[in-house]
């Protein structure tokens, strides 16, 4: 789980319920969600910053390139 607050999306004037969500498997890290400011959509903008980690093994391979 990331990010603060309610999460609220729906309806967008006035966001109320928290029913858009972004999953992942455990593969990934997220790094931060937040619900950005719109008005174009009935639903307000869930953004996430997700990350696939390398393996230090990869990343070692990476190096020597």
């Known amino acids: 789980i990331a990010g603060r ?13 928290r029913i858009d969500y ?4 455990s593969h ?3 790094m931060s969600a937040y ?3 719109s008005k174009f ?3 307000l903008p869930f953004i996430a910053k997700v990350v696939l980690p390398t393996s230090s093994a990869q990343r070692d391979i990476h190096e020597e390139l």
Do not use: Q, R
């Open 41 to 43: 959509s009935d639903h």
């Open 22 to 25: 972004v999953l992942t498997s």
């Open 28 to 30: 990934w890290e997220v």
């Open 5 to 17: 607050g309610w999460g609220a999306s729906f309806p967008s004037y006035f966001p109320i319920f």
């Open 35 to 37: 619900i950005e400011a």
